[in-house]
């Protein structure tokens, strides 16, 4: 089974939010500037619980931050 990987728009998202800064979004979802950055980064995929909290932060539909794509397609 190959293996799939999840991506964002965390980053354009922030931009087109008043240029919202790491910090400001960490402080809304109740997580870490460390942990924004991982997620930007596309080396943390955060649980269920803080994706849904990062999509609400915005505005959005989950599927506008966080999309999965699947090798297997």
Request: charged share 25%; net charge negative; proline share 3%.
């Amino acid at each position: 089974m190959s293996k799939g990987r999840i991506t964002n728009n965390v980053r354009k998202l922030r931009f087109h939010h008043s240029e919202m800064t790491q910090q400001e979004l960490a402080e809304k979802v109740g997580v870490t500037r460390q942990t924004v950055i991982a997620i930007e980064g596309d080396k943390y995929s955060p649980s269920l619980e803080v994706a849904f909290r990062i999509a609400h932060a915005f505005g959005v539909p989950l599927e506008e931050v966080f999309h999965y794509e699947s090798s297997d397609l």
